[in-house]
């Protein structure tokens, strides 16, 4: 379990301008479309010893149980902008929940999907994608090979989607970050800490254009990983982005993440207080605390509750301070959530 002050951090950094209206325009155009609840848990604030706790609860967003879909549809839609969808095939790597929001996308707008998956990736993840009509591949390797292997199936009737970038394949992960924005845009209130969970930090940098956008200092930004994916804390550390070694077997699937996305990492230099990082045994406590609420929700959101737990210490904030918790998955892998809880899920 380990916590880092970014040494990084730039205080004057500011996002550069993006496309984040309109991909929030096109969410909003979208069928399903609705914003995601915002839970406020005061007993769980007491007891880490801060004035509230906020929950983003993206274990529900057009129909699917994670955030993913806000980057891939902006991104798919984005791609296939003037192409006929019939013809084209998107293509993307995944640990299961960005997958499953590009086969969506693929769905929607009438084009097929190629999705890759790494070696361990559960059979329920991997069933979930191929529910949504994806043709779905397993490769030997893990989720950094599952990359390299998707980004090789580029061609001019595949397109890849990929949530993370690679030197010359910028553009669409970038699209990615500007569709998650529209989950922080629906928050209103304001908050002195934000939990955000790492994979590739994708994620962590559309909270960093969002909350460092405006004057003053903004926010106190978390980021959060996985004991041994700690890419981003071990980049923090050594100046440079770093790749971690693995094996990576924490249940927080999406977080098993070698390296972050080069194109993510510079924002969260400059854009970070802290990096965290914690082992699964915090990830089973937080489940089993939100379960207590009535939240039955997924490994990585169980994750951020027990790591601001495990690390509530280290955070410079007093007892009246705000936190709000990016909860990114609902269950999407049920033999996880019964080890931990003890018990199946309860479908709402
Ligand atoms: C549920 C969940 N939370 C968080 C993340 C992290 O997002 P990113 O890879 O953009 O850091 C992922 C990535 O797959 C995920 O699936």
């Known amino acids: 379990m380990s916590y880092l002050v ?182 209103d209130v304001p908050v002195d800490l934000v939990v955000v969970p790492i994979g590739v930090g994708s994620l962590a940098a559309a909270a960093a254009r969002h909350f460092r956008a405006g004057p003053g200092d903004g926010p106190f930004l978390l980021g959060l990983e996985p004991a041994d994916a700690a890419c981003a804390l071990e980049s923090a550390r050594s100046g440079r982005l770093t790749t971690v070694p693995g094996p990576m077997r924490s249940t927080m699937a999406g977080l098993n993440c070698a390296e972050p996305s080069p194109a993510a990492w510079p924002l969260l230099a400059a854009a970070y207080d802290a990096f965290c990082a914690i082992d699964d045994a915090h990830v089973d406590w937080g489940m089993r605390r939100l379960a207590s609420e009535g939240l039955d929700r997924g490994a990585t959101s169980g994750g951020v509750v027990g790591g601001l737990r495990a690390h509530r210490a280290s955070l410079p904030l007093p007892e009246d301070a705000t936190a709000l918790l990016i909860l990114t998955e609902g269950v999407t892998d049920p033999a996880v959530f019964q080890a931990a809880v003890g018990r199946p899920h309860r479908t709402v």
Do not use: C
């Open 6 to 187: 970014n040494p990084l951090r730039d205080p004057a950094w500011r996002p550069e301008s993006g496309l984040e209206a309109q991909a929030r325009e096109l969410h909003e155009s979208l069928p399903g479309y609705a914003p995601t609840p915002l839970h406020d848990l005061p007993s769980l604030a007491a007891e880490l010893g801060l004035g509230r706790v906020l929950l983003k609860d993206e274990s529900s967003r057009f129909g699917l149980p994670a955030f993913k879909a806000l980057g891939a549809f902006w991104a798919a839609h984005w791609a296939l902008a003037g192409r006929d969808p019939a013809t084209l095939t998107l293509a993307a790597a995944t640990e299961g929940n960005h997958g499953r929001a590009v086969a969506r996308a693929a769905k929607l707008l009438g084009a097929r999907a190629h999705i890759v998956i790494p070696a361990h990736t559960s059979p329920a993840r991997a069933a979930a994608i191929a529910q949504e009509g994806a043709h779905v591949e397993r490769i030997d390797g893990g989720y950094e090979d599952a990359v390299a292997h998707a980004a090789r199936l580029a061609a001019g009737d595949v397109l890849v989607i990929s949530d993370t970038s690679w030197p010359g394949y910028e553009e669409i992960p970038a699209r990615v970050v500007e569709g998650y924005a529209t989950m922080f845009a629906e928050i």
